[in-house]
């Protein structure tokens, strides 16, 4: 069983550029969500889908940022006109939602440096 | 509003020395979830253990293991033996729990272990 899958692992962009990230989930897994971690701090939420939906999206989520999950399968994570602040490492993680029980793994993280 | 409390920023051993993670939560919600995960350098977040508010028992993986008391809204981490491979970022994390709630997780800033040969 293939773990959650994250790309591209690195990004060097220039400010005011547009990035996007993917997250492939475990196979079976109804929910994903997306994460950001800034340099000693743990990772803080930004949103979630469950199957195709997106149930809740994090105030730290600017109008600059968008996310699907077309088909309840893959997600992309867009970064319109990003700006130094979003320096960071951008985590994915999916669970199985069963009798109100789940644990999320986590993929291997996009790093994004804005210049 | 959850809140995690890893008081301990960095914490360096000798290898086989034993080690314990403290973390302290606050939350409003009567049942929720507790994990350990644990972050080595290459970056991807390994989970290690779930644990449900209405389970207080303490459980043992090996050499870790984990002390939960809701008492004192704590649920610390113990590292037996410890090895230079457990040198990592360790983070402690609560979630809600029921219904079809948002489960997010709500981490503390995570302790640095280093475990030196």
């Known amino acids: 069983d293939t773990g959650v899958s994250q790309n591209p692992r690195h990004k060097i962009t220039k400010r005011g550029q547009n990035v996007t990230f993917r997250c492939d989930p475990i196979s079976e897994h109804n929910r994903l969500y997306w994460y950001r971690q800034t340099l000693g701090q743990g990772p803080e939420f930004l949103t979630y889908?469950?199957?195709?939906?997106?149930?809740?999206k994090s105030r730290l989520l600017s109008d600059r940022f968008s996310a699907e999950r077309p088909k309840g399968s893959f997600s992309t994570l867009e970064i319109q006109r990003t700006e130094q602040g979003d320096s960071a490492m951008y985590l994915c993680?999916?669970?199985?939602?069963?009798?109100?029980?789940?644990?999320?793994?986590f993929g291997p993280g996009t790093r994004l440096l804005v210049l | 509003a959850q809140k995690v409390t890893q008081a301990q920023t960095e914490i360096s051993v000798v290898e086989k020395e034993d080690v314990t993670l403290d973390c302290v939560y606050e939350?409003?919600?009567?049942?929720?979830?507790l994990f350990w995960y644990k972050q080595p350098p290459s970056g991807e977040l390994v989970f290690l253990i779930r644990r449900n508010s209405f389970d207080e028992q303490n459980e043992i993986s090996g050499r870790y293991s984990w002390n939960f008391q809701k008492s004192t809204s704590s649920f610390n981490f113990t590292i037996t033996a410890s090895q230079v491979v457990d040198s990592a970022v360790y983070f402690c994390?609560?979630?809600?729990?029921?219904?079809?709630?948002?489960?997010?997780?709500?981490f503390g800033k995570g302790t640095l272990l280093t475990v030196n040969p």
């Open positions: 993680a999916s669970s199985l939602l069963a009798a109100y029980q789940e644990t999320q793994y």
């Open positions: 889908f469950q199957n195709e939906a997106q149930l809740e």
């Open positions: 994390a609560l979630s809600p729990h029921g219904g079809g709630s948002n489960y997010k997780l709500t």
């Open positions: 939350t409003r919600d009567t049942t929720y979830y």
